[in-house]
């Protein structure tokens, strides 16, 4: 059962994301830069919190490929999106050895 500290967690993950995205564009760049693996198409991070509206009856997503959101197509950006995945019990198919080079201001 979900906890409001859970959550919390999860929804906060959703600002940071959306946020870095409109905000942190050199951040989010360096970290795709180094971000290793795969999507496994799992659907654990379309899920987080409620489904995505935008999950077909067969969990695809509906706008793939054609106008999905940024912090969608840029996920995970780093690797408390990775905890979050396994915070909600599922694999993340990507990884990040190294963190990237941080840069004042990015
Ligand atoms: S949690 Fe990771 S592997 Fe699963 S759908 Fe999202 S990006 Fe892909």
């Known amino acids: 059962m979900a906890t409001i500290r859970h959550e919390s967690r999860i929804f906060i993950g959703k600002v940071r994301r959306l946020f870095a995205v409109h905000f942190r564009k050199g951040y989010v760049a360096r970290q795709l830069r180094v971000r290793q693996g795969d999507c496994l198409q799992c659907g654990t991070c379309c899920h ?59």
Do not use: E, W
């Open 48 to 106: 987080f919190s409620l489904a995505c509206p935008m999950l077909t009856r067969d969990h695809l997503c509906r706008v793939y490929g054609k106008c999905r959101p940024k912090a969608c197509r840029v996920f995970p950006i780093d690797q408390k999106d990775i905890n979050d995945v396994a915070r909600c019990g599922g694999v993340c198919g990507y990884g990040f050895d190294a963190p990237a080079a941080t840069k004042k201001g990015g």
